[in-house]
């Protein structure tokens, strides 16, 4: 499903939501990891607008009470901002913690991300591949058994 939010009179990069059914990752959750996801590597921008809940619902063929709590989830964590009549919107993220406080953080992730990793079987090059791929907005190749 795509989303093309418009900014002035430019349209915004394409977003697509994909589902898994085979992820163990409940639905509500994925909608709100690729959102996220799309963020953080600059797909989605801050006044972006989202496709409405029953747009997505349609296109993913899925229950809009499904759409509704991942928009409200995001709602509530700040990620978005609902106009009434408007729209869904990409909110304005600010950044609450000190930049020491951000490293701390980070260097943590990237330890648990790293142990996970190595529980599973990938190497550390194979998982910053993965993130590499991510950040371009491409599917991590899958790993051959």
């Not at 190595?118 to 491409?138: K, N, V």
Request: glycine residues 8%; hydrophobic residues 45%.
């Amino acid at each position: 499903m795509l989303c093309m939010a418009e900014k002035g009179n430019k349209l915004a990069a394409e977003f697509a939501f994909r589902l898994d059914a085979h992820s163990g990752v409940p639905v509500y959750r994925q909608l709100i990891d690729q959102v996220l996801g799309a963020v953080a590597r600059g797909a989605l921008a801050t006044g972006d607008q989202l496709p409405t809940v029953r747009q997505v619902a349609v296109d993913l063929a899925i229950n809009p009470n499904t759409v509704m709590r991942a928009y409200r989830e995001m709602e509530i964590r700040g990620i978005l901002d609902t106009q009434q009549g408007a729209g869904t919107f990409i909110a304005e993220i600010q950044e609450a913690l000190p930049q020491q406080a951000r490293e701390r953080q980070l260097a943590q992730l990237a330890s648990e991300m790293a142990a996970r990793a190595g529980a599973l079987g990938f190497s550390i090059e194979e998982l910053t591949g993965a993130l590499r791929e991510f950040d371009h907005g491409r599917e991590p190749k899958r790993r051959k058994s």
